[in-house]
């Protein structure tokens, strides 16, 4: 079968292609650059905790060792903290790395990967698609045609691969725009990332507050200065004089020594593409969603775009066409980038417009610094990684079910647990594998050797409905988990979201959840499935991207 094609070699093109080369699906990354990126320190992005472990996982390489993980967090409101926090490996916080490093990383992991071939210097021009493959041609050193299986477009906000589609993709422009400098220097906390809304000694004029510092390593610090609305000229004159205030300001004194590395100037729109999938089509990252206000990321939401695509595209590369499973992509995750643009949307006028009656409204200030604190930090509605609430592959309620710490459509809780050789490992260690998880809670196996537990109890029959399961899948064992009793089956999708937790050995009820977790029932040896599964992936995919577009609509975004 021909490999998956995947247009863009940034950070989510490059993730997309190590995550199906661990599922043994080929594909083929066209670069439309010279395959290095410059280093522009001043261009770094945040990893929250499980995007991070994405990475980690797909590339073995600890992001904590090539970026800054932040020791804590603070945020100011003139002279007076009003929030503040500390991590550590408990409770890990966010990780700040420039973008080139972090793509350095990402191309390091695919060297030697025979299934990953990364070709330079090929920009897209043209493609169509037929109901065997795509193909599509590029132009440049190594202009040819190239066949592939489906083809997704990580290009990027001006996607080609979206406008070659025909795809809309409305929103509001210049939402935010932020002047910034990456420098050398020492700040009073060291490793601290810093908010600080109008600060003592703002003077008038341009970008004076709202400052946030996060650092970065070798004592370097990217520095954002939030600029009013307008199309004021951030001159070099200009940033060097908020550059020299803000650290004297900080250090309370004198400005203290610092290096300038660079500057920039980073502008935040607020778009949302109508569609994420067409026929064997499909966009990820930027070229699907553009979001950043109020602190948040959208690579975050581009690295999970590639943790709930990868899976589906790899069961469709391997057993033909599951149309239900794929389409569950767009509504599944353009529902929650929708929520996500509703919802600050919604805080902006609040958190940024000054005067008026909420100035005067007791407590006003410190909520709006909560929203802040939310999109910085990954929490709440605005950061938190998404449930995915009314998807197509919830099941329907199952005799034995019983509710856990963890909701169903949300991510499970990263417990330690026995695999099949006896091995203590991370359950996220286990995900993007391709196999269902499936997880019994048994108190004390801790301390038993896998000969004793695998033949006594319920795990002789939990064994034969694992092995039953339409779709491969890993059996592991948990001393405890969080709301689970003992004797509680967790099954868990290849992303790491739950479909639902049994009490007991219930083999009806688990294949029930699988199959609909995986679509429905898998198709036939034509590559059609049963006409009811067609019918449910019609309405389905129908459904999803009707409520999309008009969950866009309420976001007040206008059509470009």
């Not at 996060?214 to 004021?232: A, F, H, I, N, T």
């Not at 026929?279 to 590639?306: C, F």
């Not at 929490?379 to 099941?395: F, R």
């Amino acid at each position: 079968m021909d490999p998956v094609i995947i247009v863009g070699a940034g950070p989510v093109g490059l993730t997309l292609a190590l995550a199906l080369a661990r599922q043994e699906v080929p594909s083929v990354v066209l670069d439309e650059g010279p395959g290095e990126d410059e280093p522009r320190p001043a261009r770094s992005v945040v990893l929250r905790e499980d995007t991070t472990e994405l990475v980690k996982r797909l590339t073995g390489m600890p992001l904590t060792a090539v970026g800054s993980p932040w020791a804590g967090w603070r945020s100011m409101r003139r002279k007076q903290v009003t929030y503040e926090t500390s991590f550590d490996d408990t409770e890990p916080g966010p990780v700040h790395i420039a973008q080139h490093v972090l793509t350095g990383v990402l191309r390091a992991a695919l060297v030697g990967e025979p299934l990953v071939e990364v070709v330079m210097e090929s920009r897209l021009d043209s493609l169509a698609q037929e109901p065997s493959g795509v193909t599509a041609h590029t132009r440049g050193t190594r202009g040819t045609w190239w066949r592939g299986s489906y083809l997704v477009g990580c290009d990027g906000p001006r996607s080609t691969v979206r406008k070659l589609q025909d795809i809309r993709f409305p929103g509001r422009t210049a939402v935010e725009r932020h002047a910034v400098a990456a420098l050398r220097t020492e700040l009073p906390r060291p490793g601290e990332a810093l908010l600080h809304r109008m600060p003592p000694w703002r003077t008038s004029g341009p970008f004076a507050g709202e400052i946030s510092a996060r650092p970065l390593p070798d004592g370097v610090w990217r520095l954002d200065w939030l600029m009013p609305p307008g199309k004021e000229l951030v001159t070099p004159e200009l940033l060097l004089d908020r550059v020299r205030e803000t650290l004297g300001g900080w250090a309370e004194g004198p400005t203290p020594p610092y290096e300038l590395l660079d500057t920039g100037v980073h502008t935040v729109h607020h778009r949302l593409a109508r569609r994420w999938r067409d026929g064997r089509v499909l966009l990820a990252g930027d070229a699907a969603h553009l979001l950043g206000a109020l602190g948040t990321h959208g690579l975050d939401e581009g690295l999970r775009d590639v943790d709930n695509l990868a899976w589906k595209l790899a069961l469709a590369w391997h057993h033909g066409p599951h149309e239900a499973l794929l389409d569950s992509y767009q509504t599944e995750r353009r529902a929650i980038v929708a929520a996500r643009l509703r919802a600050a949307d919604q805080a902006l006028p609040l958190v940024r417009g000054g005067g008026g009656l909420r100035s005067y409204v007791p407590g006003a200030a410190r909520g709006h610094d909560a929203f802040l604190v939310e999109g910085h930090l990954g929490q709440g509605t605005l950061g938190a990684p998404g449930v995915h609430t009314g998807s197509p592959l919830t099941p329907p309620p199952l005799e034995g079910e019983v509710p856990v710490g963890t909701p169903v459509g949300a991510p499970v809780t990263d417990v330690r647990v026995t695999a099949e050789d006896g091995t203590f490992v991370r359950l996220r260690g286990r995900l993007g594998r391709g196999a269902l998880l499936v997880v019994l809670i048994a108190p004390g196996t801790g301390v038993w050797e896998r000969r004793h537990w695998m033949s006594a109890g319920i795990m002789p029959r939990l064994a034969s409905a694992v092995a039953a399961l339409p779709q491969p899948a890993e059996l592991l064992v948990a001393e405890s988990y969080p709301g689970a009793a003992a004797h509680t089956v967790l099954l868990v999708r290849p992303d790491g979201h739950l479909v639902t937790a049994l009490s007991g050995v219930r083999p009806a009820s688990l294949y029930t959840a699988a199959e609909t977790a995986l679509g429905g029932p898998a198709p036939t040896e034509t590559g059609v499935g049963a006409a009811g599964t067609d019918a449910g992936a019609e309405t389905g995919a129908g459904t999803g991207a009707e409520a999309g577009a008009e969950v866009n609509a309420g976001t007040g975004a206008g059509s470009r």
